[in-house]
């Protein structure tokens, strides 16, 4: 089955700059690569996706960029604010039925002012 | 706000004990994903249901089970509770199924078993 590699498991940056995580998938067959950022308490909220015909994608501040050669694809914050600071998990699902989104271990990004 | 409700957030319960946790997706949708997370396994997908009928199934064990109502809530049935069940549930729904929709979460409940 799919297996999700995510890295770092926590990263500090200072505000202002930008904070890369990068996770690696097992299965080519994984066409569907979204994003969930969880605060404490809080259940993950989708912040950004990216399908496999895709290579990049950008809202505002946030990127994602997908290589399906190297099945790796990677989260760019760029000018972090210290709101960004929380947990960030990156997901793969194969487009099939009975199939669903399979998770990496999360990140835990600090954001200090 | 994701618009997906579940109750209750939390839930103290012994060990033995049998527990039944809720979900309602965003209006319109009609898929219903359950995970698990706790800080060993991360978030495990557990079982998924589309217009009432189960649709995936994950590392559910044998003592969960789940259901989907024809208002299209969900239902998470836990029994014969143990300490290593303690743990966030999450729902999300998501319109469609199989095809790569976008999922969204709820809240949570923190279960707690003693």
């Known amino acids: 089955g799919e297996n999700v590699e995510q890295h770092p498991s926590t990263l500090s940056v200072q505000e202002g700059d930008s904070a890369v995580i990068k996770c690696t998938y097992s299965d080519s067959a994984s066409n569907y690569f979204p994003w969930y950022k969880q605060e404490l308490g809080k259940g993950p909220q989708l912040i950004i996706d990216i399908r496999s015909n895709v290579g990049e994608k950008k809202d505002q501040r946030i990127a994602v960029t997908l290589n399906k050669t190297a099945k790796h694809f990677s989260l760019h914050i760029t000018e972090t604010q210290p709101e960004d600071s929380a947990v960030y998990f990156c997901a793969a699902m194969i487009n099939q039925a009975g199939t669903a989104l399979i998770f990496g271990k999360g990140t835990t990004l600090s954001v200090s002012s | 706000d994701s618009g997906v409700t579940q109750t209750p957030k939390h839930l103290i319960t012994a060990t033995g004990q049998r527990v039944t946790l809720r979900c309602s997706p965003r209006?319109?949708?009609?898929?219903v994903y359950w995970y698990q997370q706790s800080l060993d396994q991360g978030l495990q997908f557990l079982i998924q249901y589309y217009n009432g009928e189960e649709r995936a199934k994950g590392n559910i064990l044998e003592r969960f089970s789940a259901q989907q109502f024809p208002d299209l809530h969900s239902e998470l049935n836990l029994s014969s509770l143990e300490l290593g069940d303690s743990a966030l549930y999450f729902c999300?729904?998501?319109?469609?199924?199989?095809?790569?929709?976008?999922?969204?979460f709820g809240p949570g409940t923190r279960l707690t078993v003693l």
């Open positions: 209006s319109g949708d009609l898929s």
């Open positions: 999300a729904s998501s319109p469609l199924s199989g095809a790569a929709n976008e999922q969204f």
